[in-house]
């Protein structure tokens, strides 16, 4: 389990914390794991998953693009697309389809079956702590003989911030 201080903490979506330093140990993990499988993290795929880890929430790809060309990359929807399918197949995005959106994967050359809580008052977007949701998938699926490649599961629901306001 993650202390909760912990920059790789996908739960800090929901508190308060140092996020420049939460942002900075993600985007050294996703350096240092394209590196060591010899994939290109390119001046335009580096600066999509720096727009995504910006924040803790979900962006649409036409927002990212509209960053993306904002730095000087170019205005067209493949140049997002591509870094952003770049970022998915490497594990250092998520796509979070109840949004048509994606999100800086939180945990990066880990592996799990992303479960991601999103706010539906405030659209942000914690990761859940993943082992046990992955152990369940599998075990569930070798129970029945199903080999599971990708799962994405979503929660919706109410930060503690939003919930609490709500009362």
């Not at 979070?96 to 008052?121: D, E, T």
């Amino acid at each position: 389990m993650t202390d909760s201080k912990n920059p790789a903490d996908p739960g800090l979506a929901f508190e308060t914390h140092d996020h420049a330093h939460c942002a900075d140990g993600v985007l050294a993990r996703a350096e240092a794991l394209s590196a060591e499988r010899g994939a290109r993290l390119t001046p335009v795929r580096r600066r999509a998953l720096e727009i995504l880890l910006e924040s803790h929430r979900a962006m649409g790809a036409y927002e990212v693009l509209d960053r993306l060309a904002d730095a000087g990359f170019g205005n067209q929807p493949p140049v997002a697309y591509r870094a952003l399918d770049f970022l998915v197949d490497q594990g250092l995005a998520h796509r979070i389809r109840r949004l048509n959106a994606f999100a800086a994967c939180m945990h990066p050359g880990h592996a799990h079956s992303p479960a991601f809580f999103i706010c539906k008052s405030c659209d942000a977007v914690a990761e859940a702590p993943d082992d046990a949701v992955r152990r369940t998938m599998e075990d569930a699926a070798a129970r029945i003989g199903f080999v599971v490649e990708r799962t994405n599961i979503e929660a919706l629901g109410l930060c503690p911030t939003c919930a609490g306001a709500a009362s």
